[in-house]
């Protein structure tokens, strides 16, 4: 069982780049004390078009995004727990654009990389629960998404 399914339909992203994203997650994880031995979550790569699509729909968003998470591990209040399901954690999904990903390099003048490792570990840590709606919820995310990227080497 991989910790990690990169899915790129289209080609988008080359082969030393899925190689970072797996890297750099198992990285994220073992810094966060994630057990990867029984834990399962999927990387896609998808265009401006499709991340579009994905925003509006389920975030009520009609523009493209740099990336998307959909966290398995989120109970509304109507929800009712399995107990003795899967022993598998799944986390959930990381949709990441890669014409964002070009963008926002340039932008921030930093490599295509750095800019990826970023938003794989962002999207990451929104599945392990961290959030940045208030100033002390982002605060504390980038912080931890900081000293991981700093950590692994990914630096601006």
């Known amino acids: 069982m991989d910790f990690v399914e990169i899915i790129d339909e ?4 080359s082969e030393k780049n899925k190689s970072l994203v797996l890297e750099i997650l198992d990285f994220a994880a073992k810094s966060e004390k994630i057990d990867i031995n029984n834990t399962e979550l999927s990387v896609s790569f998808v265009g401006l078009e499709e991340i579009h699509s994905i925003n509006k729909e389920y975030r009520g968003i009609d523009r493209p995004t ?10 509304t209040e109507d929800e009712i727990e399995i107990i003795g399901g899967d022993e598998t954690n799944y986390l959930g999904d990381i949709i990441i654009c890669v014409e964002k990903i070009e963008e926002q390099a340039k932008e921030y003048n930093h490599s295509f990389e750095r800019e990826l490792g970023f ?24 912080s931890k998404q900081n000293k991981i990227l700093e950590e692994y080497g990914l630096l601006r």
Not at 10 to 13: E, V
Not at 67 to 72: E, K, R, T
Not at 119 to 135: P, Q, R
């Open 119 to 142: 938003l794989a570990v962002h999207g990451f840590l929104h599945l392990l629960g961290y959030d940045h709606m208030t100033e002390d919820e982002e605060k504390i995310m980038f």
């Open 10 to 13: 289209d080609n988008l992203i």
């Open 66 to 75: 740099d990336v998307i998470s959909f966290a398995l591990n989120d109970k």
